[in-house]
């Protein structure tokens, strides 16, 4: 696995200058990097969900730069093509929506909704690899948007481009991933 250098990511918004200031939740990339594969092996111990299917495997990742980015490897599934053999289109933006929701519960430490996907699909995808790269773009108190392609691992071309927004779910905050019940735990903000 690939990490830029260790440090903490600061956001910094002024709504009258347009700057952002707020402090991400993990301080390095090895922690940054922990977080997401917790959160990629709870949901890889859940075989009947559709986040366990892709069993997506983290090889780089960085919180300190100043758009900080997520990086996936894939191998297609035969269920996860369609009829002409190559990977669906519904499992290439479940890519790009799961692996961005990943990467912006990690960097912040609030579980996250997706609001809005836009996938553009430039190519087919035959591969039996492919590499996703994320970058979170906004990072504010409430919304996280990010910019993503898919590439073929075998040729590096790019095969689907994504914008994807999320935005925090008020009220709660991701104190402990897991549980012994295997279930997320939500705690109410402290005033």
């Keep these: 696995m690939r990490f830029d250098d260790p440090g903490s990511f600061t956001v910094k918004e002024d709504l009258i200058t347009g700057e952002r200031e707020r402090k991400m939740t993990v301080q390095n ?40 980015y997520v990086e996936y490897e894939y191998t297609v599934k035969e269920q996860h093509t369609n009829p002409y053999g190559e990977l669906h289109g519904a499992i290439i933006t479940a890519l790009h929506d799961t692996g961005t929701g990943i990467g912006a519960v990690a ?11 836009t996938v553009s699909y430039l190519r087919p995808v035959f591969a039996k690899k492919v590499r996703e790269r994320l970058e979170y773009t906004i990072v504010g108190n409430r919304m996280i948007r990010s910019i993503g392609k898919l590439y073929d691992a075998e040729t590096g071309k790019l095969c689907s481009t994504a914008m994807t927004s999320f935005v925090k779910l008020s009220g709660v905050q991701v104190e402990d991933v897991f549980e012994k019940n295997d279930k997320f735990v939500f705690n109410k903000k402290k005033d």
């Design 29 to 68: 990339d090895r922690e940054f990097a922990e977080k997401i594969q917790k959160i990629i092996d709870f949901n890889n111990a859940h075989p009947a969900r559709m986040n366990a299917s892709l069993d997506l495997k983290l090889t780089g990742c960085s919180c300190k730069t100043e758009q900080p």
């Design 107 to 117: 960097l912040t430490g609030t579980p996250v909704t997706t609001t809005e996907i």
